[in-house]
């Protein structure tokens, strides 16, 4: 993970010639909950079940194990600020302390996780995971706590990946992703259960409309599938259904940034752009369609039957649009996005126990980080052709990822099935933030004298 990440920051510096709330339950005996049917248990001692809607709630506290203290040495991607420790062993304030990646930044400090809810403190509860748990939010520790609900599994607020745990309430208008429409999430308001459009940030090179990432609808088909055979041998239902799901949103993305290079390719020929940056578009266009291909076998093959993309909505996603407006979107698509997508593929091929799989994410590894270079390069010719105007749209860029990634979120080990959680994949884009993009836009702006002020740091 180091190696791959540094490397490609170095490839992108030298194409670029820039280095020689709390919510009650309602317990009214009237009230109306999603039901549960067919609870089956998670995993482990982790106190929770998945009903067949999707539901996953807590019906016990959890017993969560440890494999601490590890012997190896924790290997920090970022070598400013100086790492606080080595060794779990070093990390004594308090108990299941361990040494690694902290709030994204890739660099060594302490934490401190959790085996059981009582070391937690008020208003959260212990989530199991590698290589021990953590505490969580929580307005119910199980089931009991909430009369004739449950204490499910809830985001506490639109973009929170990490999530909680929270009584179902009759105000509810959904309890899961599933419930709410296409390219929706489902988040606790003050009101209940609430449907809101997902314009989070996502992996991959999102074709996005109007700020938010546009995808078609999946739908029965055979024609998208490549020749591809995953081993399907000591999977459960739960993971295939998990896997179906995970290859299904990623060709969704896949397929989507194939329209995304479409338009740039448009955008790049209205800029009066060179010949070199057109010809790698096109390229680039194939390759998503090998990966929307890809992803659409795995998915048609865990889920036992034969998926694909129906038509995109392209209402209003071809409007004219200035330099600034072009340099924002490539920026955050490509430079951005791809960036992201080839260190999350790169990880999850590292991780994979499933060589068809694996081999499918070192290619889009590989591909999405020439796809990134290719924004890369684009931003550069800009900044050229265009000065100011290109620079202050990258600024503007800038401020928005400094938010981001002050997200104070832990990257765990991802799942043996191959499957990432969202905390996980946005911790992963988040390093890819910190450790590539951010440096990079930092040299590049420097090399064009064009530095804003509140240009975040990759070490801040």
């Known amino acids: 993970m180091r190696s791959s990440l540094g490397t490609f920051r170095v490839s992108i510096l030298l194409a670029l010639g820039l280095v020689g709330p709390a919510c009650g339950a309602d317990t009214s005996e009237d009230a109306k909950f999603r039901p549960c049917t067919g609870s089956t248990p998670v995993s482990g001692d982790s106190g929770l079940e998945q009903c067949a809607e999707g539901i996953v709630h807590r019906v016990a506290p959890a017993s969560c194990s440890s494999t601490l203290p590890r012997p190896e040495a924790c290997q920090p991607t970022i070598t400013e600020p100086a790492a606080q420790c080595t060794l779990d062993s070093e990390c004594t304030d308090s108990p299941h302390g361990h040494c690694g990646v902290y709030d994204q930044i890739v660099d060594c400090r302490c934490q401190y996780g959790c085996v059981s809810d009582s070391d937690c403190g008020a208003g959260q ?163 998503e369609t090998r990966h929307a291909q890809a992803c659409f076998a795995l998915a048609s093959a865990y889920a036992g039957r034969g998926v694909g993309p129906g038509p995109l909505e392209l209402t209003d996603a071809l409007v004219t649009a200035d330099v600034s407006d072009v340099v924002r979107l490539t920026f955050r698509e490509g430079c951005v996005g791809e960036t992201a997508a080839a260190h999350e593929a790169r990880r999850m091929a590292e991780l994979s126990p499933d060589p068809v799989v694996r081999r499918v994410l070192e290619t889009i590894a590989a591909d999405e980080e020439r796809h990134a270079l290719t924004a890369w390069k684009f931003v550069a010719w800009a900044l050229t052709r265009f000065g100011g105007a290109a620079a202050d749209a990258i600024a503007v860029e800038l401020d928005a990822l400094g938010a981001e990634a002050s997200r104070a979120l832990e990257l765990r080990e991802l799942a043996a099935s191959g499957v990432p959680s969202e905390a996980e994949r946005l911790a992963l884009r988040s390093e890819a933030v910190r450790s590539v993009v951010l440096p990079c836009a930092r040299a590049l702006l420097a090399r064009h004298g064009a530095v804003p002020v509140e240009v975040p740091s990759a070490a801040a």
């Open 125 to 287: 509860v212990c989530s199991c995971g590698a290589p021990v748990g953590r505490c969580i939010q929580a307005t119910c520790a199980t089931n009991a706590d909430c009369g004739p609900g449950l204490c499910v599994a809830t985001r506490f607020e639109k973009c929170d990946w990490g999530g909680g745990f929270a009584c179902q309430r009759a105000s509810d208008q959904c309890t899961v992703d599933a419930d709410c429409g296409s390219g929706e999430l489902c988040a606790l308001t003050d009101a209940g259960r609430r449907c809101f459009q997902n314009d989070c940030p996502v992996p991959g090179r999102p074709f996005l409309v109007a700020e938010a990432a546009r995808v078609a609808p999946v739908v029965e088909r055979m024609d998208w599938r490549a020749p591809l055979e995953p081993s399907l041998c000591d999977l459960s239902p739960q993971q295939r259904a998990a896997l179906a799901d995970y290859w299904q949103r990623a060709g969704q993305m896949e397929h989507a940034s194939i329209a995304a290079f479409a338009r740039f390719a448009l955008q790049l020929s209205g800029l009066g752009a060179p010949p070199e940056l057109l010809l790698e578009t096109s390229a680039a266009m194939a390759d």
